[in-house]
């Protein structure tokens, strides 16, 4: 079955605690991106990837860091996570088309994240 | 910087009324993509508009992409109980996506 898995779906820490957000998808996509959700703010982009070895910022990127050492796996890493950051997080894949374009975004079941 | 705004927030309607929310950017798209996210749940893809001027439908649901390819905006007709959720657009800038915040569709049977 094609989806995008994430682990853990629930994580409550501690201030400063760093953790890690493991993504995967198994439909052998080029981009794969992450998202918060804050009520009242959509979705907004953390990072991209727009294949292994090749990341970017998004909108608001700071206190994250992400790798794309393989294509399947796309982990968001907060080293020394804080309050502001509890959220909700998804991670989305999607295929490239030529031109630069992205098909539909498959999103995984998001990780609902506390930081006390 | 680049922003996607999305009215109404929420919106309340009868079984059977119509919905239309609609999307702003305030730069020019390359495309622009339509999701559903119902309570609890993940954002599911339901279409993409990519050429200026598009129409697109989907049974009761018809999106449309302006002419600048700066607005979007999607209709449902005689809404239904299944409707219900949250709608957001999605502008694609270069390699990033701009979401906008969402209209919250509550439909009363």
């Known amino acids: 079955e094609a989806q995008v898995t994430q682990n853990p779906r629930y994580l409550i820490t501690v201030t400063g605690k760093k953790l890690t957000v493991t993504c995967s998808q198994n439909?052998?996509?080029?981009?794969m991106s992450w998202y918060r959700q804050d009520p009242g703010l959509g979705l907004r982009q953390i990072y991209y990837?727009?294949?292994?070895?090749?990341?970017d910022k998004g909108d608001v990127p700071e206190g994250y860091k992400v790798s794309r050492k393989e294509k399947r796996n796309f982990p968001l890493i907060l080293e020394s996570p804080s309050p502001n950051q509890t959220s909700l997080y998804f991670c989305?894949?999607?295929?490239?088309?030529?031109?630069?374009?992205?098909?539909?975004?498959?999103f995984g079941p998001g990780t609902r994240l506390t930081v006390l | 910087g680049q922003q996607v705004m999305q009215i109404p927030q929420y919106q309340h309607v009868q079984e059977g009324e119509d919905f239309t929310t609609y999307c702003n950017s305030s730069?020019?798209?390359?495309?622009i993509q339509w999701y559903k996210q119902r309570p609890g749940g993940h954002p599911v893809f339901l279409i993409q508009l990519v050429k200026s001027g598009e129409v697109k439908k989907q049974k009761r649901l018809t999106f449309q992409f302006g002419e600048a390819k700066k607005n979007s905006s999607l209709h449902i007709t005689a809404t239904q109980t299944t409707d219900v959720g949250t709608y957001f657009c999605a502008g694609q800038d270069f390699n990033k996506f701009y979401f906008g915040s969402g209209t919250k569709l509550n439909v009363k049977p």
């Open positions: 439909m052998n996509h080029e981009y």
């Open positions: 990837s727009m294949n292994v070895e090749v990341t």
């Open positions: 989305a894949s999607s295929l490239s088309q030529r031109g630069g374009s992205y098909n539909e975004q498959f």
């Open positions: 730069t020019t798209l390359s495309n």
